[in-house]
């Protein structure tokens, strides 16, 4: 394996990673990262490999050994591995099928448009603050069946376990686990409450749901709440941000979408593929294995970089080039293999819905001045998304 010469750290590389992403593919495929962004695992960055990681479970597992994110029990259904896996994934698919995810588009589209006006005549805006946190994390407490008057409460402690302020690895393991105590007891009692009487939302449904002919565990419920409420609350707000941050930058790009909305839906496509939002995914080897001539011992915590994958030269044409008319869509924002994204309808109607309704009420926007977008690590949040127009 080679030396740890390349991180993800510095402002500017989080900013724009491909450059590295490629030193890593071309250079060192099979490496450590330096800094705190090695997560004390080896990093996958070429395609093929990191497909390999998506695709045999048996090798390249999801047990809870593989990150650190406060939780105590195997989060439902991210970190159970194939046969397991496919009883919970058949429970829950129905409810994020696409038909189901439309009958929400409703209550999305007079969201946003209630966020958008309270910025529109301003000619500013902080969009993360303003829109691009409020409207997912809104929409899902809702759907959820958490309470939306404690959303800053929740917004924090997602915080607490996605990206906490710590200096070290021991710090953050500390950080992440005193967290995670507080999202058990909160996920508890709605539980607990629920369990009482049901309400007309997504708790109370897994709660009446059966797997393999039998209900859900209280635990059960409480540990598919804890991943949605880490995946729920934080990947849509950054892919909007993500999204709307290259659009300020790139006004050819941005015309496209204001001529003619029905490009909307391949944009997406190809800024998910381009920013990959969600940049990386965790796995532990279950045996000792070898990637690309290099040597790996079972137990070893493996950093899959989607982002690079998703640009790899030996896999896409012009991969640096964002092409709104591109041909191939499979590219892997939202994973890939059996725990493929379960939200990704869901994700992909919000998205839709923000920038048609964005573009229609604010379509000449930028930068202010002198911002420099600061990316956050893992899940690339943008909190000085400054925008004027
Ligand atoms: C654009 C937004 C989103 C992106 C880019 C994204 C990305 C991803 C990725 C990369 C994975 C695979 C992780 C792995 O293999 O280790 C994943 C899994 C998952 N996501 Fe998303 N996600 C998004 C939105 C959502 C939303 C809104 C939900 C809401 C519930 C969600 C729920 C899940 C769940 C439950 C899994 C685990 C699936 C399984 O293990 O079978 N995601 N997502």
Redesign the pocket.
Known sequence: MSEKKYSLELPEVARNPHDTYRKLRDNAPVTELSGRSSLGAVTLSRHEDVMRA?QTPEVFS?DPG?VDIGNTRP??????DPPH?RK??KA?DPL?APQQMAKHEPRVRELIRELIDNVADEGHCNFHHEIAEPM?STI?LEL?GLPVSRVEEFLALKDGIVRPPARSMEERREMVNATGQEIYAVLEEVVDARMAERQDDFLSTILDAEVEGQPLSRDDVVD?GY??FI??L???S???ECMVAFLAQNPGHRQQLVDDPSVIPHAIEEL?RYE???A????ITAVDTEVNGCPISAGTRIH?L?GSANTDERTWDNPDEVNFGRESKKH?????????????H???M??RVALEEWHARVPDYRLAEGIEPRFSQG?RQIDNLELVW
């Open positions: 998506f999801s593989a989060l439902v259904p991210l970190q159970i896996h919970h994934r829950l994020f997912p899902f959820l598919i991943l949605f995946a729920g934080d990947t849509v950054a892919s909007l998910l990959s939002p969600v990386s995914a965790a796995r899959v989607i892997i924002a939202f994973g890939a293999g059996v725990h493929r994204c379960l939200g990704s869901l994700a992909r919000e998205l899940i």
